[in-house]
């Protein structure tokens, strides 16, 4: 089966981006998708997020500039079927030194596709930075699929405009011509306010195709997850947040056909 690279991104930080790519990936893995989960943020809260420590040299910084494998920087996790490309500080030198380059769009893609080329993994999701910057640009630049995790929140529609622009942008530049909007993840949901409910009405009438049906809770347990180095499923497994990215793993299975 051919390997699918999504990128979860939004320029905006604080909108469950970082929770979302961990635990989608969390829930492929505990679904039996062979799973790899890129920390493409120098935050590297994703990579703590899983349990695993910061390694100098051991992110993808090494492999843009040139040096190394991306094979080299795959990282075992706890969990049965996901595995881990761990960030590093080091990589925020990488916004700078990629926009010197030739090709500075096309890094990570050059990077990534003997990854998946060799059909290791079956999907491939990359946590960005919380911004537009080149690391999030090469990651739309490499990407089959962009997931947006939107925050059910005032405002929400304002950052979404500004990614779906520079989706344009990378299509129309020829970097990436294959590039498709795979989807709306409402995340940080209240189902009490009747803000939360106008906000994902007013995105699903923008586009109702794109929007997921499943909604990300507003939830303590999901916040606490991280600081423990455990995706919710290992952390409380019977959470409202745990359930809901059981249902979003299954829907993405669905929607882009990883069962099988």
């Known amino acids: ?136 640009m090469n990651s739309l630049a490499a990407a089959d699929q962009l997931l947006i995790a939107l925050q059910s929140e005032y405002m929400a529609l304002e950052g979404l405009g500004q990614i779906l622009r520079n989706v344009d942008r990378i299509r129309e530049a020829g970097l990436n011509a294959d590039l498709n909007l795979g989807g709306i993840i409402m995340t940080m949901y209240d189902g009490r306010t009747n803000l939360a409910k106008q906000v994902v009405e007013e995105v699903r009438t923008h586009l109702p195709e794109k929007v997921f049906q499943t909604l990300i809770p507003r939830s303590v347990r999901l916040s606490e997850a991280p600081s423990f180095g455990k995706p919710i499923f290992a952390y409380d497994n019977n959470s409202s947040g745990a359930v809901a990215y059981r249902e979003l793993a299954a829907e993405v299975i669905t929607r882009f056909g990883l069962a099988g």
């Open 1 to 136: 089966m051919p390997t699918t690279i999504f990128t979860i991104a939004n320029q905006k930080g604080g909108v469950g981006k970082t929770t979302t790519a961990v635990n989608l990936a969390a829930g492929l893995a505990e679904r039996k998708i062979h799973t790899l989960l890129i920390d493409l943020d120098p935050q590297a809260n994703a990579t703590s997020a899983v349990g695993v420590e910061k390694q100098e040299g051991k992110s993808l910084y090494g492999p843009i500039q040139g040096e190394g494998s991306v094979f080299e920087m795959i990282t075992p996790t706890d969990y049965e079927h996901l595995a881990l490309i761990p960030s590093e500080e080091d990589l925020a030198a990488a916004e700078v030194e990629i926009a010197q380059s030739d090709s500075y769009l096309s890094r990570l893609a050059d990077v990534l596709a003997p990854l998946k080329a060799s059909n290791g993994y079956r999907a491939i999701i990359i946590d960005c930075p919380p911004s537009m910057g080149m690391l999030s």
